[in-house]
């Protein structure tokens, strides 16, 4: 019976350690349209156009030419570069 109960709370803590999996967020700061975000978490964020992107993070941000990380690709910008293009949402990988 020891044994069961032992088990189950292995199998408990390894489902709850699985599950605590940090967010990944890049290092650094990313300006898009004047709003200035230290460290962006990982994801689609919504903007308008026209998109003024000053990339200073560690990963590239792609931005969209609709809502929602949907349509195109209107201009990747490389950790390091700015950018100015069209767009309503972008990506930070």
Known sequence: MRRRIAAVGMLAT???LALAVPAQA????LTVNGVIR??????CYPTLSPVIVE???????????AANCQGT???????????AT???SYFVN
């Open 26 to 29: 890049a290092t650094g700061t």
């Open 38 to 43: 230290q460290n962006p978490a990982r994801g």
């Open 73 to 83: 690709v209107t201009r990747v910008v490389a950790p390091g570069m700015s950018a």
């Open 14 to 16: 390894a489902g709850a």
């Open 55 to 65: 990339n200073l993070t560690d990963v590239t941000v792609q931005v969209y030419s």
């Open 86 to 88: 069209v767009g309503f």
